[in-house]
């Protein structure tokens, strides 16, 4: 809908105070959905990146390895199936899909609700699986921690210069199918060095979901959070 | 921005009636387009997919093959950076790069401005290179005589159920990445089924622009594209 910025002069201001609007109606939903984890001492993670970038390949094998220990909860946004609620259901976990129809991203206003039906006693790490989009999520802060973005080594180097309000709003950078790297010729310097340009910000993570390979910084970042008193 | 079909009552009516004048506007401009495109015998294609699923890598190899002896013209829409005009243009092809800024999507406005400045003539084929977002440039008609949907093995088969309004919007949609398939345990035939069963009216084409393989079928489509008369 940003393309509406494009627009001849009178459709374009009415537009952008709609957006505004919208986007001051989620930043509040935000700010009570922050209070809330905080007071619950829940570390809530957005996850956000390209579709089949590997975030749900992440969260199963992090609920089957640290949700032993730790306990966690997780939120799936898509616009159709509950495919990855079932998928991250096998393994004890409160988990909510929110299916999301054609929208584009999940808000504040959704996660609250989806988090209302969970049980999140004992909970200190809640997941927010976010629709596979790496441009508009960008702009819905939806009370998270930490924002993680995943950026899958197929997708090439390239990508953090090309979709870079994403990158630069991210605290956590992960390179995901690191396993595959070499096959697919991708080279992880010119990667980090963009990601670096973009979002000098954000800790990088290099790991395979599927080998296992790289998972321990993950871990270490999930049991003692930035931030956590 | 269709989020905002969540929001009370009040603020989604009047979210929902700007969007529609917007879609309205573009719909008007993307008829233009398509005029204009068919009245200079051009085939104009939009390709749309996830943010590195292969789309300029396929235009590279097309205008270096197919583009040698059919005229090809290009326009490609990313967020930030002029890489992809700067790749394709090594090829002698008019080539033009949209920057959108914030935009997740590219528009019948921004095609037109676009394509004012290319030197169409001769061009049989004008490719359209969206932005990279299996969501949003759904619902944009840019005035497309076929609308071409991408999607790497990288991302996994379960895409077009999960990213319906897309696939149900394509003519043709692409599995890219092939000769990667194995080592990602990709599965055709599942991917296949799910494209099927979601898309049934669009033609499926394997393929890898980095090997060639499977292309020859994507050269006799843009030779003679459905429809031309």
């Known amino acids: 809908m940003d393309a509406a910025l494009k627009s001849p002069p009178k459709a374009a201001t009415r537009t952008i105070e709609v957006r505004m609007s919208l986007l001051e109606g989620n930043d509040r939903q935000a700010a009570r959905n922050r209070r809330r984890f905080r007071e619950a001492g829940i570390c809530a993670l957005n996850l956000v990146s390209s579709p089949g970038a590997g975030k749900t390949a992440l969260l199963e094998r992090t609920l089957s390895e640290f949700g032993r220990t730790t306990r966690c909860?997780?939120?799936?946004?898509?616009?159709?199936?509950?495919?990855?609620?079932?998928?991250?259901?096998?393994?004890?976990?409160?988990?909510?899909?929110?299916t999301t129809g054609s929208a584009c991203h999940l808000d504040a206003g959704m996660v609250a609700r989806a988090v209302e039906s969970l049980d999140l006693a004992g909970v200190r790490v809640l997941f927010i699986e976010n629709v596979g989009n790496l441009v508009c999520p960008a702009s819905f802060d939806l009370g998270e921690s930490l924002r993680v973005v995943l950026l899958s080594c197929a997708e090439g180097e390239d990508k953090p210069l090309k979709y870079p309000p994403i990158f630069k709003s991210a605290h956590?950078?992960?390179?995901?199918?690191?396993?595959?790297?070499?096959?697919?010729?991708?080279?992880?310097?010119?990667?980090?060095?963009?990601?670096?340009?973009?979002?000098?910000?954000?800790?990088?993570?290099?790991?395979?979901?599927?080998?296992?390979?790289?998972?321990?910084?993950?871990?270490?970042?999930?049991g003692s959070p930035p931030g956590r008193a």
């Open 73 to 98: 909860a997780a939120v799936v946004g898509d616009l159709a199936t509950d495919n990855d609620a079932r998928r991250l259901g096998r393994f004890g976990a409160p988990v909510r899909q929110i």
């Open 172 to 222: 956590v950078v992960i390179l995901t199918k690191m396993d595959v790297a070499g096959v697919l010729g991708f080279d992880r310097g010119a990667a980090a060095e963009n990601i670096r340009r973009i979002a000098p910000q954000a800790r990088l993570i290099e790991l395979s979901a599927r080998t296992g390979e790289g998972i321990a910084p993950w871990y270490e970042l999930l």
